[in-house]
Nanobody
Framework: QVQLVESGGGLVQAGGSLRLSCAAS????????MGWFRQAPGKERECVAA????????YYADSVKGRFTISRDNAKNTVYLQMNSLKPEDTAVYYC???????????????????WGRGTQVTVSS
């Protein structure tokens, strides 16, 4: 069983930055496609960023393009989400998700991911 643990959430003013981290217990983390999702109260869980295991294909939601950056450090079994120019509408619980490499799949679709973290709260005040 793979465990994913998020950290780095918190309260920040609009325009500020946060960096989320997700540590994975998978021995073969380098072969996992990883994604960051978020869920605001009363809304569906949505993908904000994802990266294929090879690191050469990325996905970003339109709402975060140019502000968020996903990256991974396979030596540390960790995936990051750098969030800049935060807005109040970015307020949500942020989840890390992972899927062992199994070929192409639509990165933004939450149903394809096998493992999930418990989430970390991000609150952006206006």
């Amino acid at each position: 069983q793979v465990q994913l643990v998020e950290s780095g959430g918190g309260l920040v003013q609009a325009g500020g930055s946060l960096r989320l981290s997700c540590a994975a217990s998978a021995r073969t983390f380098s072969t996992y496609t990883m994604g960051w999702f978020r869920q605001a109260p009363g809304k569906e869980r949505e993908c904000v960023a994802a990266v294929y295991w090879g690191g050469d294909t990325l996905y970003y939601a339109d709402s975060v393009k140019g502000r968020f950056t996903i990256s991974r450090d396979n030596a540390k079994n960790t995936v990051y989400l750098q969030m800049n120019s935060l807005k109040p509408e970015d307020t949500a619980v942020y989840y890390c998700a992972g899927r062992p490499s199994s070929g192409w799949f639509p990165l933004k679709e939450k149903g394809y991911y096998d493992y999930w973290g418990r989430g970390t709260q991000v609150t952006v005040s206006s």
